[in-house]
C-alpha cells in the first residue's frame, strides 16, 4: 500500500534485496519519522546510521531502540543469546557501555535523532522486589547519561507506573513513553496518570498491541496485514487526541508509532487517527 513495487524490479523481476536497501527513502517521502528495531538487537555502527540517514531528508527523524544489553536485567532463554540464556546481564544499565557503544556513533546522525528510547521488558520479583527499586537503579543510570539527548523509558510494569516513576523521569527530562501492549494499561489510561507527561518538549507513543492480547495472537489474527481486521476506538481516540495535544502545543515534539499488529494494517489506523484529530 505504501511502496511502488516498480522501483524494485531488476532484470524484470522483484528484488527483496533491492527493496530491503532502498525502501526507507520511499517511506521517507510519506512519513516523517521511523521507530528502528534493529538497534535493540546490536549495537549499531557508524556507517549503518550514516546509511539510513543518506537515505532521508533533513527534517526527518529517527526513534531507536537503545540495544538490550543495557536494558536486560537477565537474559531470556532464547538461542540468540547462546550460553548467556538465562543468566543476569552484567551490563544492565551500564551507562558508559551505553555512550561508548551507542551514543557515540549516534554523534555522527545527531540533527535526525528524535527519541532514544529504553525499552524494558516485563522485570519479574526476582529481577526487582518492588517498583521501587527498579526506579532508584533506573535514577542512578540516567543521572550518569551525557544531557542533551532525547531520552525515552518503555516500561512494561504496569503496577510501577506511580508518582515515584514519573518523578524520577520528570527530573532527568526523560519522555515517558506510552505504549499499548499485553499487560499494560490503554494508552488513554495511560495519559490520565498524574505526572505521566514526563518532558514537556517531547511526547511518544507507541501503539503495538491491544491489551490483553498476545503477539502470537495478534500475528495469527491480522497477517498478512492487509486490512483493518479489528478497529480499535480507544487507542484510535488516544492517537488522535495526542496529534491535537501536540498541534496546541508547536514547541512540543510528538511521536506516534503505530504497529500493523494493532488493528491490522497500521496506514489505515494511522489515517483514522489523523481524521479524527482533524488533521487531514
Known amino acids: 500500500m505504501l511502496y511502488d513495487e516498480a522501483r524494485y524490479v531488476w532484470r524484470g523481476k522483484f528484488a527483496e534485496s533491492r527493496f ?10 510519506v512519513f516523517k519519522t521511523v521507530c528502528v528495531d534493529a538497534a535493540y538487537y546490536s549495537f549499531p555502527s557508524t556507517n549503518y546510521l550514516e546509511g539510513l540517514a543518506a537515505q532521508v531528508p533533513s527534517d526527518f527523524q529517527f526513534a531507536f531502540k537503545v540495544t538490550d544489553e543495557i536494558t536486560l536485567k537477565k537474559f531470556p532463554n532464547l538461542p540468540r ?28 546522525i545527531r540533527p535526525h535523532i528524535g527519541l532514544l528510547m529504553f525499552e524494558f521488558s516485563r522485570f519479574y520479583p526476582t529481577d526487582f522486589e518492588h517498583g521501587r527499586d ?8 540516567l543521572e550518569k547519561l551525557p544531557k542533551g539527548w532525547p531520552y525515552g523509558i518503555e516500561l512494561r510494569n504496569k503496577n510501577w507506573l506511580k508518582p515515584e516513576y514519573f518523578d524520577c523521569l520528570a527530573r532527568h527530562h526523560v519522555t515517558h513513553v506510552f505504549n499499548s501492549w499485553t499487560e499494560m494499561p490503554s494508552i488513554g489510561e495511560q495519559m490520565t496518570l498524574l505526572g505521566s507527561r514526563t518532558n ?37 481516540r488516544a492517537g488522535a487526541a495526542l496529534i491535537t495535544e501536540g498541534k496546541m502545543n508547536p514547541k512540543q515534539t510528538t511521536f506516534i508509532f503505530v504497529n500493523n499488529r494493532l488493528e491490522g494494517n497500521a496506514l489505515q489506523t494511522i489515517h483514522a487517527m489523523l481524521e479524527a484529530s482533524g488533521a487531514r
Open 20 to 29: 530491503q536497501k532502498n525502501c526507507l527513502s520511499e517511506y521517507a517521502e
Open 81 to 108: 543469546f547462546g550460553v548467556r540464556a538465562g543468566r543476569p546481564n552484567e551490563h544492565f544499565l551500564n551507562a558508559q557501555l551505553f555512550e561508548r557503544g551507542f551514543l557515540s556513533p549516534c554523534e555522527s
Open 134 to 141: 527498579f526506579v532508584a537503579a533506573l535514577d542512578a543510570f
Open 200 to 236: 514537556p518538549d517531547l511526547v511518544a507513543a507507541r501503539f503495538l498491541l491491544k491489551p490483553g492480547r498476545k503477539y502470537e495472537e495478534a500475528v495469527k489474527a491480522f497477517a498478512p496485514y492487509e486490512q483493518t481486521k479489528e478497529v480499535n476506538e480507544e487507542a484510535r
